[in-house]
C-alpha cells in the first residue's frame, strides 16, 4: 500500500469512529426524549384504559415530522416521546449520510450516487408521499 | 388495563423480545407482534407501526458493536438498500390496501419459515475464490478481519440478490419485521457473503429498510407514542444486552425453544387472519 493511501486509510478510520459515537449518541437522545416524554404523559394519562385495541389512528400533530417536532418543542408529552421515535428512525438515516459523504471524500461518482438514491427513496417515506 | 400498567410490562416484554431476537439472529419483530396482538389484544395495525420502531432500535443497538468492526460492505450494503428501501415503499403501500386478515396470514407465514429457519442447525459453506464478472466491476469483492488475518471474499450472483432484495424489503413493511432470514439467505446462499460480513451488513440494512416503512407508518397514524415508546426503549436494552451475552451463551437449545413458540404465534396468526377474529 503506498503511502497517501495509508493516510487515507487512517482518516477514514477516525471518521469512522466519529462516525460510532454520534450514532450511539443519536441513540441516547432519543432514549432520553422516550422516557421523559413518557413518564409526563403516564402522569397525566396513567390512569387511562389503553386504547390500542381498535385503530383510530393517531392525532395530527403526531404524524407529520416537523408538527411532531414544534408539538415537542411546546412540552406536549406525547409529541416529546414521538420526537425520540423519530430521532431512533433518523439513526439509520444518518449512517446512509454519513456513507454518501465518505464516497464523495473517496470522489466515488458511482457509489455517491447509489446512496443519494437510496437518500431519496427514505425522503419519500418520511414525507409521506406514499401514505 | 391502565396505561400506567400496561407501558411497564410492555417494557419488560419487549426488553425479553429484544434479548431474544438478537441471541437467537431472528430479530424482535417476530416475537413482539404475536405479543401484542395475542397477548395483549392490540390491534395488528398499531403493532406494526411498533414493532418497525423496535426493529430500527434492535439495528442501532446492535450497530454499536458493529460499526467499527470491518465486517459491514458498505457498497453492497447501498446497492441492496436501494431494493430494499424502494421494496419497503411498495410494501407500505400495498399495506394500505390490503385487507388486515390477509396480513395477518401473512405474517403467519413469516413466522413459520422463521420457526423452520431457527430449528435448523446452521450449515458452513464453502466460498468461491474466483472473482465473479458483475461484482469486480462494481467493486464489490472485500476483505474482513479473520482469525488468521484479512480473508478475501468475491460475492457473485448480484442480479439475484438484488431482486429477493427487493422481496425482502416488501415483505418488511408489509408485516413489520426487520426480514434480516430473507436478508441473511440472500447474502449467505446466493451471494456466498462470509456469515459475519452477512450478519453485520446485514444489521445495517435493516435499520435502514424498517426507516423507510417506518415514515409511511408514522403518516398513516400507526406509530402511537404511548406503545412504541415503551417497546423501542426495551428492544433497545434487549438487544445491548444481547450483543454482550451472545459469546457466552449457548444458542442451540435456545433456538429450537425459540422456534416452536414461533410456529405456535404463526399458526394463530393465519386462524386468526383466516376466520377473521382478528
Known amino acids: 500500500m503506498n503511502e497517501p493511501a495509508v493516510q487515507h486509510e487512517h482518516r477514514t478510520g477516525a471518521l469512522e469512529s466519529r462516525l460510532g459515537r454520534l450514532l450511539n449518541a443519536g441513540t441516547l437522545v432519543s432514549g432520553i426524549l422516550i422516557a421523559s416524554g413518557l413518564v409526563v404523559y403516564l402522569a397525566r394519562h396513567g390512569g387511562e384504559r389503553s386504547a390500542f385495541r381498535d385503530f383510530t389512528g393517531q392525532p395530527d400533530g403526531l404524524t407529520h415530522p416537523l408538527r411532531v417536532a414544534r408539538a415537542a418543542i411546546a412540552f406536549d408529552p406525547a409529541a416529546m416521546a414521538q420526537l425520540g421515535v423519530l430521532c431512533l428512525i433518523l439513526v439509520p438515516v444518518v449512517r446512509v449520510v454519513f456513507s454518501l459523504i465518505m464516497f464523495a471524500l473517496r470522489k466515488d461518482a458511482f457509489y455517491s450516487a447509489v446512496t443519494l438514491i437510496v437518500l431519496a427513496l427514505l425522503g419519500v417515506g418520511l414525507w409521506g408521499a406514499v401514505a | ?278
Open chain 2, 1 to 278: 388495563m391502565t396505561l400506567s400498567l400496561l407501558t411497564p410490562l410492555l417494557f419488560f416484554v419487549s426488553v425479553a423480545a429484544g434479548l431474544l431476537g438478537s441471541l437467537t439472529g431472528l430479530g424482535g419483530g417476530v416475537v413482539i407482534i404475536p405479543v401484542l396482538v395475542l397477548g395483549f389484544g392490540v390491534d395488528l395495525r398499531y403493532a406494526i407501526g411498533a414493532s418497525l420502531i423496535a426493529v430500527i432500535a434492535t439495528s442501532s443497538g446492535a450497530a454499536a458493536a458493529y460499526v467499527r468492526d470491518g465486517f459491514t460492505n458498505v457498497r453492497i450494503a447501498m446497492i441492496l438498500e436501494i431494493a430494499t428501501t424502494a421494496g419497503a415503499l411498495a410494501g407500505a403501500w400495498i399495506a394500505g390496501y390490503l385487507p388486515l386478515a390477509a396480513i395477518s396470514i401473512i405474517f403467519g407465514l413469516v413466522l413459520l419459515q422463521t420457526a423452520y429457519n431457527a430449528a435448523r442447525p446452521p450449515v458452513a459453506r464453502p466460498f468461491d475464490a474466483e472473482p465473479d464478472a458483475l461484482s469486480t466491476r462494481l467493486g464489490l469483492n472485500g476483505d474482513y478481519p479473520a482469525t488468521e488475518g484479512p480473508a478475501a471474499y468475491f460475492p457473485r450472483r448480484i442480479p439475484q440478490g438484488f431482486a429477493v432484495m427487493f422481496g425482502a424489503g416488501v415483505l418488511s413493511a408489509l408485516v413489520g419485521v426487520g426480514s434480516g432470514v430473507i436478508k441473511v439467505f440472500a447474502m449467505d446462499r446466493l451471494m456466498r457473503l462470509p456469515f459475519k460480513v452477512s450478519t453485520a451488513t446485514s444489521n445495517f440494512m435493516i435499520g435502514v429498510t424498517a426507516a423507510a416503512s417506518a415514515g409511511v407508518y408514522l403518516h398513516r397514524g400507526q406509530v402511537a407514542p404511548a406503545l412504541a415508546g415503551p417497546i423501542a426503549l426495551g428492544a433497545l436494552a434487549g438487544a445491548m444486552l444481547g450483543a454482550k451475552l451472545l459469546p457466552r451463551v449457548r444458542t442451540r437449545t435456545l433456538r429450537i425453544i425459540f422456534g416452536c413458540l414461533v410456529a405456535l404465534a404463526g399458526i394463530q396468526m393465519i386462524v386468526k387472519g383466516a376466520t377473521g377474529t382478528l
